[in-house]
């Protein structure tokens, strides 16, 4: 392999703790307008999360009884996304991608998700210092989220390398391991327990090459 590509959310870091830093932004906007304490609303939505993590704004606002329109749950959905959140990679992610640069292999990233959102979380991570390429498919087009294989044509012309020299890591079986369909790459899975897609199935059946019981057990697909 050439170059490790990685997916972003609950592949490097847990997306709970997004999640939870968005809350915890919403919870101090509508503290101010006297619904309930900073704290309270915070626990409300993080209960409410863990029912259902669908449209947990609409179900809070319902749980204190306040009208809203669909203007008030869209204030609220851009003030989740262009919050600055506090995450950070899991432990061993930044010596792992030095062992890989070490070795000579490129390394990449390829998100999904609004473009805002996914660059707040890559300028909190700092990992413009870490990636040799970084692709956030929204800054193309929607038609380059996956399972396209836009963003890794350009990986793959950015590094000089065949698309089957490369190896995308991933969670989400509804579109990281179809890849192996549409882009022609390799594939590899790893699972949190906590994870948004742990329990998803597999879009028409297709798996990753690969399974990974923790992320660094890449390097055993990566030569010496």
Not at 100 to 123: E, F, H, M, N, S
């Amino acid at each position: 392999m050439k170059a490790v590509i990685f997916d972003l959310d609950d592949t490097l870091y847990p997306e709970i703790s997004y999640c939870l830093s968005g809350y915890r932004v919403i919870a101090k906007h509508l503290c101010t307008r006297a619904v309930d304490t900073e704290e309270n609303l915070y626990k409300k939505m993080v209960s409410l999360f863990n029912e259902d993590s669908k449209m947990v704004f609409n179900r809070l606002l319902d749980s204190y009884g306040i009208g809203y329109e669909k203007s008030d749950i869209m204030e609220l959905i851009g003030i989740y996304r262009d919050h600055f959140p506090d995450i950070f990679f899991d432990e061993g992610v930044t010596e792992l991608l030095d062992e890989l640069k070490k070795r000579g292999i490129k390394t990449g990233l390829l998100t999904d998700g609004y473009k805002v959102a996914q660059r707040q979380k890559l300028k909190a991570l700092g990992a413009d210092r870490f990636f040799d390429g970084i692709i956030v498919t929204d800054e193309i087009g929607r038609e380059a989220w996956k399972p396209s294989k836009l963003g890794f044509e350009i990986l793959a012309e950015r590094f000089g390398c065949k698309m089957h020299d490369m190896i995308y890591v991933g969670d989400n079986p509804n579109k990281d391991f179809y890849l192996s369909v549409t882009a022609g790459v390799k594939t590899a899975r790893v699972t949190r327990e906590n994870g948004v897609y742990r329990d998803a199935e597999y879009f028409e059946g297709i798996r990753e090459n690969y399974r990974l019981e923790t992320l660094s057990d890449i390097l055993n697909y990566c030569g010496d």
